[in-house]
């Protein structure tokens, strides 16, 4: 099951750039969409209450997540993977290997063998949770099932923390015609708002959904706000740049600024940096080691949007 790429083609931080670059000044339809482990469970089409992944449909998407929905969402998402310009994809994809009988696996008995599939490529020690291990099975059948391959662009799925880092997405918003942004931070929207001189476009989306129900949002009601989202994506222009940090839906809604002649870009977390926020608090502190003078787990001063966009003035 593992696919048929070497990463060690994928493209670096520089040539996404250089790609977006010229999808901006052609006015060409572009997207960049990362996909992980949450694509990967929503890319299995389950929604059944006695699917193994259930647990983490639950944790994603409240009980509102039925059938029906699991199947428009897994449509829109093999779309996104299908036409993305630039599909950023995790290591995972290059080692592990599974088949279609693994996952009917007693619990014990798929982890052993999601192990097998692992050695040597992960520390011996690394303990595996038997839903992150389902979610990033599912990610790899569903990419092998899609026909992913080195036969179309690839990067690393945490290249966006690179076009970060460099200040291109900060000179992005600054460059853009028109800039869209799709997110939960307000704050970003009000700085890019702020800086601009053209239009910019804002679609606030609730936070996921783990986070929104402790607040009192309901499933129905979290779903339905994506749903509402996406329903609003009608007037994207050649030449527009949508900056989008909406999770799982965040990969449909990349697609449908393609198909409109934009060009999207699946920020994900590097939204949250901006912000100044640390969502990903095992990973974002390897972009944070160049700021030495940076309290341990905070964002440095220097990758937050505000100082970014002074930089440039």
């Not at 520089?14 to 949450?38: Q, T």
């Not at 599909?87 to 592990?96: K, Q």
């Not at 999601?114 to 059948?141: I, N, W």
């Not at 179309?152 to 853009?176: E, F, I, M, N, T």
Request: proline share 6%; with cysteine.
């Amino acid at each position: 099951m593992a696919l048929p790429i070497e990463l060690s083609d994928a493209l670096t931080g520089p040539e996404v750039e250089k790609r977006l670059s010229h999808a901006l000044d052609e006015r060409l339809p572009f997207s960049f969409v990362r996909i992980g482990d949450g694509e990967g469970m929503a890319l299995a089409r389950q929604g059944g209450r006695h699917d193994p992944l259930r647990p983490s449909i639950l944790q994603a998407f409240g009980t509102a997540y039925d059938q029906p929905r699991a199947d428009a969402l897994g449509e829109h998402l093999d779309r996104a993977v299908g036409h993305a310009s630039i599909l950023g994809l995790r290591a995972e994809v290059l080692y592990l290997s599974l088949t279609a009988d693994d996952f009917k696996a007693p619990k014990d008995a798929f982890l052993l063998r999601y192990k097998r599939s692992t050695e040597g490529h992960e520390p011996a020690e690394k303990k595996h949770d038997y839903q992150s291990a389902l979610r990033l099975a599912h990610m790899v059948f569903a990419l092998e099932r899609l026909g992913v391959s080195n036969a179309r662009p690839v990067s690393s799925a945490w290249v966006h923390y690179d076009l970060l880092a460099s200040g291109y997405l900060a000179r992005l918003v600054l460059k853009a015609p028109r800039i869209g942004l799709i997110s939960c931070r307000r704050s970003v929207a009000r700085k890019i708002t702020t800086a601009r001189t053209g239009p910019t476009l804002f679609f606030p989306v609730l936070e996921h959904f783990g986070r929104e129900k402790t607040l009192g949002v309901t499933p129905e009601h979290w779903w339905q706000s994506m749903e509402t989202v996406s329903r609003s994506l009608t007037d994207v222009r050649p030449g527009d740049v949508f900056l989008i940090g909406a999770g799982i839906w965040g990969k449909a809604y990349c697609e449908q600024v393609r198909a409109q002649g934009g060009i999207a870009i699946d920020m994900g977390s590097a939204l949250d940096i901006w912000a100044g926020i640390n969502t990903r608090p095992s990973v974002m502190p390897l972009w944070f080691e160049a700021f030495p003078d940076t309290p341990p787990g905070e964002v440095p001063r220097e990758l937050r949007l505000e100082s970014q966009l002074a930089a440039l003035a």
